[in-house]
C-alpha cells in the first residue's frame, strides 16, 4: 500500500492464479492483498476447486503428491513470506470507471492501482447432500485430475455434451468401465465426439436418467448410485466406484458485469497476456480459461498477470514522472 491508502495491488481469489500472482506481485515488492474469501459451505471455500481435491498428483515439484488444501497452504505460505497479505472476505462490488479502482471486500472499500481478477469457475453439480459428503471421495468434475485413481474401477460420467464425452473417452485410459449418465434420449455432443464414445467398447450408456443420490457416505466413498428414470420415474440402482460430474462450468464473474469485457459464457476476455479492457485490471486462471482449467496453466496465467501489472504500474510511474 502507497502512503496515501492506495493499494499497488489487489489480488481476488484465492487458487493457484491468485497465490502465484501474489508470490510474483510480493517479490516485486508490492505487497500485495488478496481477498481470498470465507468458508461458507463445501463448494464455496476460499483455495477454489483444488480444496475439493484429495490427492493432485499432476503438478511439478510433488512426486509423491500432493492433496489440493495441502497444496494451497503452501502456496499461501510461500505469497505469505514475501509480504502479501490476506484478508478473509467476499468482493461484493467493484468500480473499475475511475481512478484509483475501487473493490468492496464485504462493506468495506478499498482502492488500488491494479487488480488481478482471480476468482476461477465453479463446476456445475446436482445440488445433492451426499454428492456435496464424498467430493474428493469418489465425486469429481476433473477426469484428468482424478482419473488415475480409478484403474481397473467402474466409474460414471453425468453429461451429454462434448465435455462428458471427453471425460468418459479419457476414464476409459483407467476404468474397467464408464457408464454415461444422460437425462435426454440423445446427446448434446458433436457427432464426431459420439461416434468415438459409442465405439469405445468400456463406455456404455443410461438414457432418459437422472442420479438422484449418491451412496455412501457413511462408508466415506462412492459404492453406488440410485437413479431415476425421467420416463418412467422408475428408480434403480447402479454399482460404481466413482461418479465425474460433467454438465458444464460457470466462471465466477458475477460481479464484474459490465465492467469488465465478458465473453458468451461468461468468461473474462483477455488480450496482450492477461490485460482486459480496462487498463491496469487483469485477469488469471479459470476465469478467463474455459479450455485448459488445470491448476498447473491457472498458476502460469498467475505469473503472467502479476509481471503485466508489474510493467503496467512502471510505465503509469513513467509517464507520471515525465508529466512533472
Not at 110 to 121: A, M
Not at 220 to 249: C, E, P, Q, W, Y
Not at 301 to 317: H, K, Q, T, V, Y
Request: aromatic share 8%; proline share 3%.
Amino acid at each position: 500500500m502507497s502512503s496515501d491508502g492506495v493499494e499497488h495491488v489487489i489480488i481476488i481469489g484465492s487458487g493457484p492464479a491468485g497465490w502465484t500472482a501474489a508470490i510474483y506481485t510480493g517479490r516485486a515488492n508490492l505487497r500485495p492483498l488478496v481477498l481470498e474469501g470465507e468458508f461458507e459451505s463445501t463448494v464455496r471455500q476460499p483455495g477454489g476447486q483444488l480444496m475439493l481435491t484429495s490427492d493432485v498428483e499432476n503438478f511439478p515439484g510433488f512426486p509423491k503428491g500432493v492433496t489440493g488444501p495441502e497444496m494451497m497452504a503452501l502456496f499461501r505460505e510461500q505469497a505469505e513470506r514475501f509480504g502479501t497479505r490476506v484478508e478473509s472476505a467476499w468482493v461484493t462490488k467493484v468500480d473499475f470507471r475511475s481512478r484509483p479502482l475501487r473493490v468492496w471486500a464485504g462493506e468495506r472499500e478499498l482502492r488500488s492501482r491494479t487488480v488481478i481478477i482471480s476468482t476461477g469457475s465453479s463446476a456445475k453439480w446436482l445440488g445433492l447432500k451426499s454428492e456435496e459428503a464424498l467430493f474428493g471421495r469418489g465425486v469429481s468434475a476433473c477426469a484428468t485430475c482424478d482419473g488415475a485413481f480409478f484403474k481397473n474401477k467402474e466409474v460414471a460420467v453425468v453429461g451429454g455434451g462434448d465435455s462428458a464425452m471427453e471425460e468418459a473417452l479419457f476414464l476409459t485410459r483407467f476404468a474397467s468401465k464408464v457408464t454415461v449418465i444422460h437425462r435426454r434420449d440423445e446427446l448434446r455432443a458433436s457427432k464426431i465426439m459420439q461416434k468415438r464414445a459409442r465405439e469405445n467398447k468400456k463406455i456404455s450408456f443410461i438414457w432418459d436418467t437422472t442420479v438422484v443420490d449418491v451412496m455412501d457416505p457413511t462408508k466415506n466413498r462412492v459404492t453406488g448410485l440410485k437413479l431415476k428414470n425421467l420416463r418412467t420415474d422408475r428408480v434403480s440402482d447402479l454399482r460404481t466406484d466413482g461418479l465425474f460430474m460433467a454438465i458444464g462450468h460457470d466462471p465466477n464473474t458475477t460481479i464484474f458485469r459490465g465492467h469488465v469485457d465478458l465473453d458468451e459464457k461468461g468468461y473474462i476476455r483477455t488480450h496482450d497476456g492477461t490485460r482486459t479492457n480496462v487498463p491496469g485490471v487483469f485477469a488469471a486462471g479459470d476465469v478467463q480459461d474455459h479450455v485448459y482449467k488445470q491448476a498447473i496453466t491457472a498458476a502460469g496465467s498467475g505469473c503472467m498477470a502479476a509481471i503485466d501489472a508489474e510493467r503496467w504500474l512502471e510505465s503509469e510511474e513513467a509517464r507520471s514522472l515525465y508529466r512533472e
